[in-house]
């Protein structure tokens, strides 16, 4: 273009013109959504406690229920509209993680079982497990040396 | 210099090409936003009977074809070139959609700005007297264009108020070598413009200096001047590039604000809509100009259109890559008399 400024004047131009994120109201947003997520959960944990179950089994099955939760809200169209509303909130939580194995499994399954379901399922949630558990085992690591 | 050339980009057709008829097929959500009333089909759900997004983005290719030829009363053996290209991999909407068309096709990817390089390219050759008649077609699929593009549609995310919605639809035009009109009577071809803007959320911005570049050139060319028209027409620079585009064509001496409007601010309520900066896609420009601005040519309310399809070149690889996001746009001058 017949050039009235260079591109990092243009750069500093466009952030100006581009509004910002609501920040305020999707902070107080992710807050109730996922605070509610964690209350649903903590009500689970709380009726399996009263049931005699012990702490760590209580712990797995909440963990399973509230995937499960979220991997039916995801196929029953739901949880994207959620996310629209609640963004952080509902992504941090357990349930974003079924949500984020499940939606690329739905999106994909055009393209067969093999390469597209098995494939492509774990396409967002891939980087949380490589690094997830990588991280844990470093820790673990550190853990094992102090020990000594 | 070759007779028809104008200026550095433009050329002055000798034989001005007619735009005979078009055709706009549209999704549910297009279907619900202002210019509902100006498309020819409004589809009831994205999968239109399909098996695939990709698939139900080829039928309305194909579907678009059938009735551009339908409304102008002519069969496919008539029509001596099919121009046509979309957003997916390979431009697979497009070869998928006409293979049964049984027409010469040339496949073309200008991503957004499909619908006018097919344009620019079939005035061309109707005005070069090597076709009587051809149709440019694009379309794009908010589906398709996702998945491809962005996350899968059940993911929650956010959009940041930069980014835009990838239309659903599919338009398309004839242009013949008889006709009453509109007539194509220049064409400005776009270079490739990058700004170093690499945020994919806001295509709008990295492509308002292509448009700037393209509508300010069009005018040094031609010598027209935004008097000249009544409206001057991007492609999908959504609300912010509008602005944009609308200030920096000031800076360099014209001042479009009264007569300018861009497809992707059109087509939807973008408040009620929830669509943030507004629409894009190759199908937004292509049915806003086939619904919307023929219809408007036609009834006689446009006189003069300059309409520029806008179109951002990344890809998801570079975008990972981390480069920034090269676009283009190509302008089309309209005009309904050339008695002028």
């Not at chain 2, 496919?76 to 431009?91: K, M, T």
């Not at chain 2, 027409?103 to 079939?122: D, K, L, N, Q």
């Not at chain 2, 006689?300 to 890559?321: D, E, H, R």
């Amino acid at each position: 273009m017949q050039k009235t400024m260079t591109n990092k004047e243009y750069q500093s131009y466009v952030e100006k013109m581009t509004p910002n994120s609501k920040t305020g109201r999707n902070v107080l947003r992710a807050f109730l959504v996922g605070g509610l997520i964690c209350v649903v959960g903590q009500f689970i944990s709380n009726v399996l406690k009263m049931k005699g179950y012990g702490q760590e089994q209580v712990s797995s099955i909440v963990s399973l229920i509230m995937i499960f939760l979220g991997a039916l809200l995801t196929g029953l169209n739901i949880y994207d509209d959620l996310g629209r509303y609640a963004g952080a909130g509902s992504i941090v939580p357990i349930t974003g993680f079924a949500n984020s194995i499940v939606s690329p499994a739905m999106e994909f399954k055009s393209e067969g079982y093999v390469m597209g379901v098995g494939a492509r399922m774990f396409v967002i949630a891939g980087p949380v497990l490589v690094y997830g558990i990588s991280t844990s085992i470093v820790a673990g690591i550190i853990y094992f040396l102090l020990k000594q | 210099m070759a007779s028809k050339r104008l200026g550095k980009q433009t050329v002055k057709l000798q034989n001005p090409p007619s735009i005979t008829s078009t055709a706009s097929i549209v999704g549910p959500k297009e279907g619900k936003g202002p210019l509902r009333l100006f498309f020819d089909n409004i589809i009831e759900d994205e999968m239109w009977g399909e098996k695939s997004w990709e698939k139900a983005e080829s039928k309305l290719i194909r579907e678009t074809f059938s009735k551009i030829l339908q409304k102008a009363g002519k069969t496919s053996q008539e029509i001596n070139y099919v121009i046509s290209g979309d957003l997916l991999n390979q431009c697979i909407a497009a070869n998928f959609g006409l293979r049964e068309s049984d027409v010469p096709f040339f496949g073309v990817y200008g991503a957004c700005s499909t619908i006018a390089e097919s344009m620019s390219i079939g005035a061309m050759l109707v005005d070069g007297g090597f076709a009587d008649d051809v149709v440019c077609i694009t379309s794009s699929h908010f589906c398709s264009a996702e998945k491809q593009f962005r996350y899968p549609l059940e993911l929650g995310t956010q959009r940041p108020p930069a980014a835009q919605w990838t239309v659903t639809g599919s338009g398309g035009v004839l242009l013949s070598g008889k006709g009453p009109g509109p007539y194509i009577t220049h064409i400005t071809t776009g270079k490739i413009v990058d700004m170093g803007i690499k945020d994919a959320n806001n295509m709008g911005a990295a492509m308002a200096p292509a448009a700037v570049d393209t509508i300010v050139t069009h005018f040094k060319d031609t010598g027209f001047t935004p008097e000249s028209y009544d409206l001057i027409l991007t492609g999908d620079l959504g609300a912010i590039g509008k602005e944009i585009c609308i200030e920096l064509v000031k800076e360099q001496g014209f001042n479009i604000a009264n007569i300018y409007n861009d497809c992707g601010v059109m087509i939807f309520d973008r408040e009620k809509q929830d669509t943030h900066a507004g629409g894009s896609g190759c199908g937004c420009a292509a049915t806003v100009f086939a619904g919307f601005v023929y219809k408007k040519l036609m009834d006689g309310t446009l006189k003069n259109v300059l309409f520029i399809a806008t179109g951002a070149l990344l890809s998801p690889v570079s975008t990972q890559q981390g480069e920034s996001i090269p676009s283009i746009a190509h302008a089309i001058s309209i005009t309904t008399s050339l008695n002028q």
